[in-house]
Structure formats: C-alpha cells, structure tokens
C-alpha cells in the first residue's frame, strides 16, 4: 500500500519544475535597460558558461574513471545511479546559475521604477535556483525506488524487502557520491575562482589605488562578478543539493528497518516542504516602499515554516498512524533549528549586534586588531553552533534514536526551496548592483541596488549556516548506515588505531581548508601582477582606455580547473586508505574525526569572513570609504574571502563524500580482517 505513495514526490518534483520553467520564462521576459546595461551583463554570462563548460569538461574523466570502478564492484545499476546524482547535481548547478547571471540586468532596470519590483525580479530569479535543486533531489531519489520495486514487487515477504533494502543501500550511496563529487568540484573550483578574482580586485583596486568597488576601470572587476555566480550560484546549489540529498538517502536507509512506511515518510516530508517554500515565496513583497526589504524575505519565510509544520502534521499523522508523534517532534525540531541557525549565524555577523561592532572598533588601530578581533568572534560563533546542533541530535535520538536525527536533517533542509532562493538573491543583487556602478545609472536606482546588495550580504550569511549546519546533520544520520554496513556495534576510543582513525579524521579537514587557501592566494597573486601591469597604462585609471578584462578572467578560470584534483583525490582516497590499512573500527573513528573537527572549522570560517565582510560595510555605510579605518576593514575583508566563499563551504561536501566512500567500502572490507594495528 504505501508504495503507492512514491507517485507523490514524482508528481510533485515535475509540477516544481514546470513551475520553475514559467517563473523563469517570466523573469527573462523582463526589460533589460540600456545597451551598455546589456553588454555589461553579457560578459558576466560569458565568463560564467565558459567556466562551467570547462569545470564540466575536466570533471568528466573523474566521473568516467569512477563509473567504471562502480561497475566493476557493484554493477551497472551502481554505475548508473552514480552517473544519475552527478548529472542531477550539475544539472542544479547549470540551471540555477543561467537564470540567475541573466536575471542580473533585470533586477537593475527594475530598480529604475522600484525598490520592491526589483526585489520581487532578484528572488524570483534566485527561485529558480531552490525549484532546481528541489525537484531533481525528489526525482533521483523517487526514481532508484521506483526501480527496485519494479524490480522486488513482492515486499510483504520479507526476504524480498531485504533484499530491496540491502540493494538500496548500494544504490542510494551511488546515486549520493555522484552528487557529492560534482558538489565537491563545482564548491572547490568555484570558490577558488570568485576569491582569487575578488581578492586581486580589492587589493590593487581598494587598496593601492583608492578606486571604489566595481569600479570599471579595474581588470578584475568581471571576473570578480563572474566569480560570484560559479561559486555562490552554481557551487552553493551543488552543495546544498547534495546535503538535500544524502539527507534523505540517510532518513531512508536508516528508516528501512521500520518497514516501507520509514523509506516513504522522510520523501513525502520533502515534498510537503517543497510545497511549503512555494507558498512562502507568495508572501516576499513589500508592503510599502519604506519598509526594509529584509521584513519581506523573513515574512515568506515565516510563511513557509508554518505551512511546512503543519504540513508535516497532517502527513506524519496519516502516514505513521499512532507512532506519528515522536517522528513529527524530530521533525519540528529540524525546522525550528533553521531559525536558529540563522538566528545564530545573525548574531554573529549582522552590524547591528555587538560582535561586529567589535570588529569596527578595532579597525581604529589598524588591520592587525581587525583580524585578530574577527578570529576571536568567529572562534566563538563555533560554540554557540556546536552547542545548538548538539542539543538536536540528542533531542532527535531522544525521541526517535539514529531515525530521529535523520528526521532532524529532513526538516532542517524541508525548506531548502525557499532557503535557495534567498541565497541566490545574494549574488544576482550583487551584479545588479555592479551594472548600475559600471553603467552609471540614475543615482536612486544605485542607492536601492545598494540596499539589496547589503541585504543579498545577510542572506548570503544566513545560508552558509544553514549549509553548514544541515552539512553535520546528515554526516552524523549517515555514520548509523556505515556502522550497519560494516557490521561494527560501537567504535571503541581505547583502542589505538581507533584513536589514530580519529586524529587523522580531525587533520583532514584542516590540510582541506589549507590546500584551497593556498590555491586562492596562489591565483590572487597572479591577478594582482596582471592587474599592476595593466595599471602601468595611465589611461586605463584615468578612464579614456578600457583595461583587458578577458586576461583576468582567464587567469581565474585556469587556476581554479588546475587545482580541483588533488582536495578531490584526498576526499575520495583518503578514507580507502584508513579503512584498508587500520580496519573499519579506525575508519568510524576517521569519521567522527573529521565530522568533529569539520563542522567546527566550516563554522569558523565562514562567520569569520562574514563578520569581517559586514564591519567593512557598516564603515561603507558611513560615508568613510578610503580612509585608513577602512582599509583596515579591507584587509580583515579581503583574508576572510576565502574563509567564507572558498574553505569553509568546501568542507561541507568533504564530510559528505568520506561518509558516501565509507559506506560503499564498509561491505567490501567487512570480514576481511584488514587492517595493520
């Protein structure tokens, strides 16, 4: 009976994509404003599609290596369930971020008539994003069901939905490393590509020549804008696409031991959220041309909070029966726990509290204060997450044991529809701000993008908490499937190559961050000589010569493609290695390890660079640019770029992609004996 309820996120992803399809139609048919408007926006799309095809076209031998390796261990289906997360993935990744550098030139000229009609253009065109990512995550998933129980129609006998189960997990953890190793590619690659472009811009434009932010006269200033659609589009729609993922897939594996009724519940729980965000964005409209575009966003979002609980009521309770109230407790406490983390995340990098008040009182004394303030608010914004996420893992295994937790997850990313939407509002008014300075647009219209741009800032923010947060959330929900896999009751911390599992779990993450910070500074170095070279022409500053935008643009793209493989390599190798040298049990505790230290570090950085990002605009905001007070801000700003946009959200789909490897290894390797200590 219950499997009749698949039909139900299958119907669901399709209407979201319809959906999806006509919304953007609607934002692209939108005026497009000047020529110079156009031709501007035109090479933010070019530089944008060219990376991506050249990120697509060097990541497909790793596919193609990995297809084959899947075949051999575990068969075509494997292979092919893998093939289908990786093509899902990048296809979340491509959409989301074509309407998105397009939807840019729309939201500018909307802001000629109107700071709400451009608000309303900017977070349809960031929808786009959220319906993408939701509706190929439903249908992946929906699909490899649809397949074993076309496969295995017989599940009232239980020998058949054991066999369904165990094929599951195969198939499911295939289907979840094909996302998570497309995730982890487009997040890396797209990360060192917006902060060594965005870096060498401040450094040479801010700071050596006094020249304000997308300026054009600045070589980098495209690539810079280019840079925040590959990685704040198309690499946070990946990465969040594969927590969406690995979410359910954890929720589902886990829930197998209730029967089929556990392996529906957590998909039709997606679905009602999905329906949830849509009625959510109805509501992201202001009410009058005074009130703080803010209200609007927090407004749909309340709006989706609310019909997702009550959404999750009335399926927990039709589809659990009389064991519904613990599984809609775990739920709820999901969604209540994206308040929070935003909450958290808010406190920690909004201006208007006191940690980056802090951060501004000590840029009077120089970048030095300014930094080490900022590592001091980050370091404590770690606890205050590790604390929040705690408390919902205990309460989710309280109430429901590993299956609570994975609940947990579900309704942590039950709204990531709307959630996605509002990340990618961030970068489409950060190019639309850029247009209307590169443009010279009529000064009201730059003084609403301003307004947006900052508030595209907080948003930004918030969703990196909430990436990072749903991030750990399903690495835990995923270590009971390992344990399960690997026939391991518990991972004993006395025994010695557990504890050496552990400590190199807890390395990982930091040679992680440290390979991509130095890939970072390594390109930024290169545009900033190209970018003083070409300053060396009086006439580009003076403004009578346009400057080579393309050499930067080119530097950014070989320097991010050039330096994918290795993080890559040590995601997916690095757990083989433990796992094979140390035994299973040492592998559980590599991946506590990294989870521990992972989660802890991906908060660190991320809020660090946001506070340093928004101290930087409050002096902004203060009519103070140029002064010694902000290029101390700038400094602080310019080191936590690749803290925020680059490391710290890389971390996320390593933890994932251990847990995957892990997972698919653990029945390979058990019973086998291996391992040296």
Request: hydrophobic fraction near 50%; include cysteine; glycine fraction near 10%.
């Amino acid at each position: 009976m219950f499997e009749q309820y698949i039909f139900v996120p299958v119907i669901i992803s399709i209407l979201l994509l319809l959906h999806g399809f006509f919304t953007a139609r609607k934002v692209l048919s939108y005026p497009s404003g000047t020529q110079k408007m156009i031709e501007i926006s035109n090479l933010f799309a070019a530089g944008s599609d060219a990376y991506l095809k050249r990120q697509f076209k060097s990541i497909s031998l790793a596919v193609g290596l990995i297809f084959i390796l899947l075949i051999l261990a575990f068969g075509l289906d494997s292979a092919l369930a893998f093939l289908l997360g990786a093509a899902f993935s990048g296809l979340v990744g491509y959409f989301g971020m074509y309407v998105a550098v397009r939807s840019n030139v729309k939201a500018a000229k909307a802001a000629e008539d109107s700071l709400g009609k451009s608000l309303k253009v900017a977070f349809d065109g960031g929808l786009i994003n959220g319906v993408a990512l939701v509706s190929f995550g439903l249908l992946g998933i929906s699909l490899i069901f649809l397949y074993l129980i076309t496969l295995y129609p017989n599940l009232a006998e239980k020998e058949v939905f054991n066999i369904l189960t165990s094929k599951l997990v195969i198939l499911l953890s295939s289907f979840g490393l094909g996302a998570n190793l497309l995730a982890l590619f487009m997040r890396v690659g797209g990360g060192i590509y917006t902060k060594a472009a965005d870096v060498g811009a401040d450094l040479v434009g801010k700071i050596e020549s006094n020249i304000p932010e997308n300026d054009p006269r600045n070589p980098a200033v495209i690539a810079d804008n280019v840079g925040d659609n590959v990685g704040d589009c198309a690499g946070m729609a990946s990465d969040v696409f594969e927590s969406y993922v690995v979410s359910v897939i954890a929720a589902i594996l886990i829930g197998a031991s209730l029967g089929i009724v556990g392996i529906i519940f957590p998909l039709l729980l997606y679905s009602v959220g999905a329906i949830a965000s849509i009625l959510g964005t109805l509501f992201v409209k202001l009410k009058s041309e005074k009130e703080h575009p803010i209200n609007a966003l927090f407004r749909g979002f309340y709006v989706s909070a609310i019909f997702g609980a009550l959404l999750g009521l009335v399926v927990s309770y039709f589809v659990l029966g009389q064991s519904w109230f613990n599984s809609f407790l775990s739920f709820l406490i999901g969604l209540i726990s994206v308040g929070l983390i935003a909450f958290i995340t808010d406190y920690f990098t909004n201006e208007n509290y006191p940690p980056v008040k802090e951060i501004y009182n000590s840029s009077h004394t120089g970048a030095a204060t300014n930094i080490i303030t900022g590592i001091g608010i980050g370091l404590k914004s770690s606890v205050a997450m590790a604390v929040l996420i705690s408390v919902a893992i205990y309460l989710g295994f309280l109430l429901n044991g590993f299956y609570g937790i994975a609940l947990v997850g579900i309704g942590i990313l039950s709204l990531t529809g709307f959630l996605m939407a509002m990340d990618t509002f961030g970068p489409i008014s950060d190019n639309a701000g850029g247009i209307s300075e590169m443009a010279n647009m009529p000064k009201l219209a730059q003084e609403r993008l301003a307004k947006l741009d900052a508030l595209g800032n907080t948003t930004k923010a918030l969703t990196k908490g909430f990436a990072v947060g749903s991030a750990a959330i399903a690495a835990i929900s995923l270590f009971s499937t390992f344990t399960t896999q690997a026939s391991i009751t518990g991972v004993n911390v006395s025994l010695p190559n557990v504890f050496i599992g552990l400590i190199l779990g807890a390395a990982l993450p930091f040679l992680f961050a440290a390979l991509t910070m130095l890939s970072v500074g390594k390109a930024a170095s290169e545009i900033v000589r190209e970018v003083r070279e070409q300053f060396k022409d009086g006439l580009i500053l003076k403004g009578k010569k346009n400057p080579d935008y393309t050499r930067c643009i080119d530097i950014s793209t070989k320097a991010a493609i050039s330096e994918l493989l290795t993080p890559a390599l040590l995601a997916l190798l690095t757990p083989i290695a433990i796992g094979a040298l140390l035994g299973l049990e040492a592998l559980g505790g590599f991946i506590i390890g990294a989870i521990s230290a992972g989660f802890l570090l991906a908060v660190f950085m991320t809020t660090t660079g946001a506070a340093w990002d928004n101290a930087k605009k409050f002096i902004e905001s203060q009519n103070k640019k140029g002064t010694d007070l902000h290029k101390a801000a700038v400094v602080g700003d310019t080191v936590g770029d690749p803290f925020k946009d680059t490391s710290g959200p890389a971390i996320n789909p390593l933890l994932k992609v251990i847990n995957i490897v892990s997972i698919l290894i653990a029945g390979i390797l058990a019973g086998k004996g291996l391992g040296l200590i």
